[in-house]
Nanobody, 132 residues
Framework: QVQLVESGGGLVQPGGSLRLSCAAS????????IGWFRQAPGKEREGVSC????????YYADSVEDRFTISADNAKHTVYLQMNTLKPEDTATYYC?????????????????????????WGKGTLVTVSS
């Protein structure tokens, strides 16, 4: 059974940090690109970051470049998103998703229904709230 389980969300003050985790099971991790997406209330789902561990590729949306870092522990089948210098506009539910051999620039460019249709597997999300 395929599962993607996110964790690590919570409430943080502006300027603070959080690390999200995405634990994957039920599929061959090394053949998939793993993306992080987010959806704020009333807004479309958008790509944030992506990692293709087998090719050593990471990719970021412009809005999070230099603040977020994606990494993977292949032995644990887990992908992390380290989020620093958080801003109120980063408030959203964060989802991880996997796509077979997906090119990361395409993954990060996906929005809304395109993202839902384009990724093979989705987690249920974890809420990040950035507020003072």
């Amino acid at each position: 059974q395929v599962q993607l389980v996110e964790s690590g969300g919570g409430l943080v003050q502006p300027g603070g940090s959080l690390r999200l985790s995405c634990a994957a099971s039920g599929f061959d991790f090394k053949y998939f690109a793993i993306g992080w997406f987010r959806q704020a209330p009333g807004k479309e789902r958008e790509g944030v970051s992506c990692i293709d561990s087998s090719r050593g590729i990471t990719y970021y949306a412009d809005s999070v470049e230099d603040r977020f870092t994606i990494s993977a522990d292949n032995a644990k089948h887990t992908v992390y998103l380290q989020m620093n210098t958080l801003k109120p506009e980063d408030t959203a539910t964060y989802y991880c998703a996997a796509v077979f051999r997906g090119p990361c620039p395409v993954v990060v460019s996906m929005r809304s229904q395109t993202a839902l249709n384009g990724m093979d597997y989705w987690g249920k999300g974890t809420l990040v709230t950035v507020s003072s």
